[in-house]
């Protein structure tokens, strides 16, 4: 909706950030009311911490402007697109952007569009939240029409993408997905598509960042599972509460963390030592997310109208150069807690598997991407029964799936071949695992976890393919 230039005040002679409404929205009244509000909302909350400070505002002909701090460190998206982001800095920034929402919601202000592109970063590192072009101030929801959806899909609260009114609890869903991307290098729910991701956020459980990122700390996943709960009230009550329970998450880790003795064992001859990675499994069966109610829900709208209002809206914005992952809950395979042992047996790798995949409940609208309902449903079954830890039942049940959906080139092709060569693994299996997972990459491109367990494998089982599919 508007266009941001640096400029000189030629009085006060420092630089200046002044955005513009675009041209193609002068003739706009609804865009011209929301800038106008743009501007009101970001002075009400000038020179709060971490919120960016306005200057002026006014029309140039019939074009309105704000004139605004110059910031000079990029935002948080540009650094997630150099790499992976260290916990307590992420921790930090985390912080500090909740502190300008929660003086935001304090002051009846809902920015409804908090994502990395809009944090801000000044010259000494420090967060600034920016871009209160959508925001939602007490008095002015009328601008905003019933059912419209605004914001970005991938940071989407589930209560936006159904067109709901956002609140502040859909500032804090924001927040927890960027918290989600700066602890994994990765958004929870990343699709090929604004609308299927935005859908995602509505039907699909939260994955597992503690898999996605094994060096997290037990209790990460907890807190993410609150921020991102589809349901407002059992979100965390402030973005100070959401911050404090993720340091402390940190904070057990390191006070428990300790060195384990090596031992050794009897009667065993000297030989090669590794240590193990120590990891508490926790297992929690994902509730699953009934679809039906929230499409009745959506009667004479529907949810396709509503998503489609972001691909027109949003196309293109927040893309990064990461390949999609699926939507999809993961969970931690069991692992043994062991101390370190001299032995002469050879230690089985010590990463942890990735994550297996369920299949999202939507498929493309193309014939060659669509998934046999069947198949699918044989996929999710399985998967379930991974959930639990249960290979051997899953074991069937994925075999089952990828022989009904084998040769669709579905994205339910993929996540049943990589399940079913998981779950082969896990049950020290070599048969077809390395197949299974090139045909996964195949339909859905390089993934970092097939890459993971593809050297997994390739180190248990060997280069041969003996027994492949």
């Known amino acids: ?5 640096r400029a000189i005040d030629s009085v006060l002679e420092r630089k200046v950030a002044v955005k513009l409404l675009s041209e193609r929205h002068a003739r706009d009244e609804d865009a011209h009311a929301r800038f106008r509000r743009e501007a009101l909302s970001a002075a009400r909350l000038s020179g709060a911490p971490h919120v960016i400070t306005v200057f002026d505002v006014g029309e140039h002909g019939e074009q309105p402007y704000i004139v605004m701090e110059y910031l000079e460190g990029g935002s948080v998206f540009d650094r997630l697109r150099e790499g992976r982001i260290p916990p307590a800095l992420a921790l930090e920034w985390l912080d500090q952007a909740g502190q300008a929402l929660d003086r935001a919601h304090a002051d009846g202000i809902v920015h409804r569009d908090v994502k990395p592109a809009n944090l801000l970063l000044d010259r000494d590192g420090s967060i600034v939240v920016s871009d209160f072009g959508i925001a939602s101030t007490s008095g002015f929801d009328t601008l905003t029409l019933p059912g419209t959806v605004l914001g970005t899909a991938g940071y989407l609260s589930p209560e936006q993408a159904r067109g709901e009114p956002a609140t502040a ?3 804090r869903y924001g927040l ?13 729910f990343e699709g090929e598509t604004a609308a299927t991701e935005a859908f995602a956020h509505v039907t699909a459980p939260v994955p597992s960042a503690e898999l996605i990122e094994p060096e997290l700390p037990d ?3 907890e807190v993410l599972r609150r ?3 589809k349901s407002p009230a059992d979100r965390p009550e402030s973005c100070a509460e959401l911050v404090a329970d993720l340091r402390d998450t940190f904070k057990n880790a390191e006070a428990t963390t300790r060195v384990l003795p090596a031992v050794t064992a009897t009667g065993a001859a000297t030989g090669p030592v590794r240590a193990r990675a120590v990891h508490r499994l926790r297992r929690r069966r994902t509730k699953t997310v009934v679809v039906g109610a929230f499409i009745l829900a959506l009667t004479g709208l529907g949810l396709a109208a509503l998503l489609g209002s972001l691909l027109d809206a ?8 990461r390949p999609p992952a699926s939507t999809a809950t993961q969970t931690r ?3 043994t807690i062991t101390e370190t042992t001299t032995a002469t047996e050879t230690t089985p790798p010590t990463t942890e598997p990735a994550p297996p995949t369920t299949t999202p409940t939507t498929t493309a609208t193309t014939p060659s991407t669509t998934a046999p309902a069947d198949g699918v449903t044989l996929n999710n079954e399985g998967f379930a029964l991974m959930q639990d830890g249960d290979y051997a039942g899953a074991l069937l049940l994925l075999e089952r799936a990828v022989a009904a959906l084998s ?3 579905s994205i339910g092709e993929a996540y049943a071949s990589y399940n079913l060569a998981f779950t082969r693994r896990a049950l020290g299996q070599c048969d077809g695992v390395l197949s299974l997972l090139e045909r996964s990459e195949e339909i859905q491109g390089k993934r970092r976890e097939i890459d993971r367990l593809y050297r997994q494998a390739s180190k248990d089982c060997g280069d041969g393919k003996e027994g492949d599919d």
């Open 333 to 335: 395979p069991p692992t």
């Open 176 to 188: 927890g997905v960027v918290a989600f991307e700066l602890l994994t290098d990765r958004r929870p």
């Open 227 to 229: 921020a991102l709960a």
């Open 169 to 171: 609890a859909s500032d």
């Open 219 to 221: 209790g990460v996943d």
């Open 407 to 409: 040769g669709s080139g």
């Open 314 to 321: 949003d196309e293109g914005a927040q893309r990064t150069t």
């Open 1 to 5: 909706m508007g266009e941001v230039y």
